[in-house]
């Protein structure tokens, strides 16, 4: 019997260990909105352990696009877009915003209207 229950273990932890880790998307520039036209590189964020030889995909408002690198850059559209890497779940999608107005205030993607951001003295 217990021999049954070392093997039982013993498959739980491989089953775990093989788990994909969701990847995540960050900005370089770092804010959102851009101005229309901005070159705007979005990376495709693995856990180190599943880096190597990946296959990458990229959607914008869950269809897909091209590209097949960790990295999409240049003059990208506004949209919410996710990334896969394998065989992974797809990431979190992430919210990019384009303007064309003279002026904006940018911000950090996960910085949204009315959140507060502490107090300044």
């Not at 590189?41 to 690198?69: F, K, M």
Request: aromatic residues 8%; proline residues 7%; contains cysteine.
């Amino acid at each position: 019997m217990a021999v049954l229950g070392l093997i039982l273990l013993i498959f739980i932890g491989m089953d775990t260990a093989g788990a994909a880790v969701r990847p995540e998307i960050s900005f370089s520039p770092n804010w959102s909105p851009i101005f229309t036209g901005e070159p705007v590189t979005l990376t495709c964020n693995v856990a180190p352990t599943a880096q190597g030889n990946l296959e990458y995909s990229w959607y914008r408002d869950g269809h897909r696009i091209p590209g097949d690198q960790q990295r999409l850059e240049g003059v990208i559209y506004k949209g919410n877009y996710q990334c896969q890497a394998g065989a992974s779940e797809r990431s979190e999608s992430v919210r990019l915003d384009v303007s064309s107005d003279l002026l904006i205030l940018q911000a950090p993607p996960d910085v949204h209207e009315g959140d507060s951001l502490g107090q300044i003295h």
